[in-house]
Nanobody
Framework: QAQLVGSGGGLVQAGGSLRLSCSAP????????MAWFRQVQGKEREFVAA????????LYADSVKGRFTISRGDAANTANLQMNDLKPEDTAVYYC???????????????WGQGTQVTVSS
């Protein structure tokens, strides 16, 4: 498994914005899917968003539609998650992942990042 590197988490007030980045060790092929999941301690890992690298097709959880945007980053091997209008319920550890299917199921993703904490205060 390749280790992805997620970054960009932090503390923000409700209504604020953060941008998470995920760097892959090497080229991201057009067939790959980059995704973000989040997890609150004691709960299952929850799907947030996914992006098929070559064609740009996206998939979002209903809870983040219209607020979060997943996209390519400025670097060739980086994917971003722009999070706007953040809410306290968005507080979680966010994990980036790489797979080959545009899926909301964690088991479909082989490579994972180490997680970055996002805390939204009310």
């Amino acid at each position: 498994q390749a280790q992805l590197v997620g970054s960009g988490g932090g503390l923000v007030q409700a209504g604020g914005s953060l941008r998470l980045s995920c760097s892959a060790p090497g080229r991201i092929y057009s067939s790959a899917v980059m995704a973000w999941f989040r997890q609150v301690q004691g709960k299952e890992r929850e799907f947030v968003a996914a992006f098929r690298w070559g064609v740009g097709r996206t998939l979002y959880a209903d809870s983040v539609k219209g607020r979060f945007t997943i996209s390519r980053g400025d670097a060739a091997n980086t994917a971003n998650l722009q999070m706007n209008d953040l809410k306290p319920e968005d507080t979680a550890v966010y994990y980036c992942a790489r797979g080959v299917d545009l899926s909301s199921t964690p088991s479909q993703y082989r490579d994972w990042g180490q997680g970055t904490q996002v805390t939204v205060s009310s």
